[in-house]
C-alpha cells in the first residue's frame, strides 16, 4: 500500500467510480481493518453520471460499506470544464484529468472526507508514494508500478497536503493483478471494462475519435465553435476550411479533410484567427525544447534556484515515452526546457511532468515550443 498509513479503526474514506481499480482499492482498505466510506463524485445528471453513482453503489452495497455521493457539479463545470474549454478555444489542447485530480479529487472530495471525520483518501490511482528516510516533508509521487496503466502524470499537481491525506493501495500492482484481485474477492466490477472520461459525454453516439472529447466538451459547455482556415506551412496556401480550432490538436494526422498529396499533419493552431496549420513533412514538427508556465515543484525534490538548470526526464503527454532534458526554472512558476535530442509534436496546453527516474519533481503547463538549435554555419 501507497501513500499514509491508515491503522485499524481509521476512518477511511475511497474514492469510487465503480470500477475495478476503485473497487479493488476499497476492498484492501476494508481488509486492513478500516472503517471505510466510499464516496462517489456526481459530475453531470444525464445517464453517465447516474451509470457511475448506480455501479459505485453496488460495490460498496457487496462490501458492505457506507456510501456517499458528492454533488460536484457545479464545481466541475466551474474548475474543470470551464477552463478545458477556455484552451480548446484558443487553440490549445488542455488535460482535464491534471486539472480535476487535484481540484476536486483531492480538493473537493477530500475536504467531504475530512467532514466525516475520515484523515485519509483512497484511489485506485496506478501511482506511488514514499516517504523520504527520516525526512519531515510530504511524501513523494512516484511513478506506478505498472508501467502501461502508470497515472502519476495526471497526479503531478497534487499539493504537499493533498499527497499526506492520499492513499494508492494498488500502486504496488500491474493490472493484471489488480484484476485477479477483483476476481478472487469476486467484486461485482471485476470484469468491468477500462472506462475513459466518461464525466463529460453527453450524448451516447459520441466517442473519443481526435477531436470528438473537445466536441463533448463544446457541447456540454453549449458554446460556439471557431471555424476558419487550413494552412499549408511553407507556402501559406489554403487548401481547406474547417468547423471549429477546438477538433484540432497538434501532430494529428486523421480526419484533416485536406490532400498535400502525402499524409499531412497539424503543425500550429492560432486560435485567434482560426487557422490550422498543416504540412506533410514531419521534420517541421520537430522541437528542441519547450516553455512551461504554472510550474509547480514537489517539496524535497524542488530544484535549484532561478537559472540553474538540471538534468531529468519530461514527459509531455500521458502515452509520451519520457526524454532526457535539461530545465531551467524561470521567475516563480516558469521552466525552460531543452530536449537532449529533437521531440515531436509539443503540444500547447498539455502538462510537461518533470521525472528522475520514476519520482515526479514537478509539473507545469506547455505554453509553447522551442524551436530547434541550428548548429554549424
Known amino acids: 500500500m501507497d501513500g499514509a498509513c491508515p491503522s485499524p479503526g481509521d476512518v477511511v474514506a475511497v474514492a469510487m467510480s465503480g470500477g475495478v481499480d476503485s473497487s479493488t482499492a476499497a476492498a484492501f482498505m476494508l481488509e ?6 466510499g464516496l462517489t463524485m456526481l459530475l453531470s445528471g444525464d445517464e453517465a453520471g447516474t451509470t457511475t453513482v448506480g455501479r459505485a453503489r453496488v460495490v460498496a452495497g457487496f ?8 454533488d460536484c457539479r457545479d464545481p466541475f463545470l466551474d474548475r474543470v470544464l470551464r477552463p478545458v474549454w477556455t484552451e480548446y478555444a484558443r487553440g490549445r489542447t488542455p488535460n482535464p484529468c491534471v486539472l480535476c485530480n487535484p481540484g476536486l479529487k483531492f480538493g473537493l472530495l ?15 490511482h496506478h501511482a506511488r508514494l514514499q516517504q523520504r528516510s527520516g525526512g519531515t516533508d510530504a511524501p513523494v509521487l512516484l511513478r506506478g508500478r505498472d508501467p502501461a496503466k502508470d497515472q502519476s502524470y495526471f497526479l503531478a499537481r497534487l499539493a504537499p497536503e493533498q499527497r499526506r491525506a492520499a492513499v494508492f493501495p494498488i500502486g504496488r500492482m500491474t493490472k493484471a493483478e489488480v484484476r485477479q484481485a477483483a476476481r478472487e474477492r469476486r467484486l461485482p466490477s471485476a470484469e468491468a471494462p477500462e472506462s475513459q472520461d466518461t464525466c463529460v459525454v453527453v450524448r451516447g453516439d459520441l466517442d473519443l475519435r481526435e477531436g470528438v472529447f473537445a466536441e463533448t466538451v463544446r457541447l456540454r459547455m453549449n458554446e460556439e465553435a471557431r471555424p476558419g482556415r487550413i ?12 468547423r471549429g480550432v477546438h477538433l ?8 484533416l479533410g485536406v490532400s498535400l498529396g502525402r499524409r499531412a499533419h497539424v503543425v500550429a493552431i492560432d486560435g485567434a484567427y482560426g487557422d490550422v496549420w498543416v504540412s506533410a513533412d514531419p521534420h517541421d514538427l520537430l522541437a528542441g525544447g519547450l516553455v512551461a508556465t504554472g510550474v509547480v515543484w514537489s517539496g524535497e525534490a524542488a530544484p535549484p534556484g532561478e537559472g540553474n538548470p538540471f ?5 509531455i503527454r500521458y502515452r509520451h ?20 535530442d529533437a521531440v515531436s509534436a509539443v503540444t500547447p496546453g498539455q502538462a510537461a511532468v518533470f521525472y528522475r527516474h520514476d519520482e515526479v519533481l514537478g509539473c507545469g503547463w506547455i505554453d509553447r515550443a522551442a524551436p530547434l538549435r541550428v548548429t554549424g554555419s
Open 32 to 37: 486492513a481493518g478500516c472503517r471505510v466510506v
Open 248 to 255: 484540432f490538436t497538434v501532430g494529428q494526422r486523421r480526419g
Open 231 to 242: 494552412v499549408e506551412v511553407g507556402t501559406g496556401r489554403v487548401v481547406g476550411r474547417h
Open 321 to 340: 515515452r519520457p526524454v532526457a532534458a535539461q530545465v531551467a526554472p524561470v521567475g516563480p512558476d516558469g521552466a525552460d526546457v531543452r530536449f537532449q
Open 311 to 315: 538534468a531529468c526526464e519530461v514527459q
Open 110 to 124: 477530500l475536504e467531504h472526507a475530512r467532514s466525516i471525520g475520515a484523515r485519509f483518501l483512497a484511489t485506485g
Open 63 to 70: 462490501l458492505g460499506i457506507e456510501h456517499h455521493v458528492v
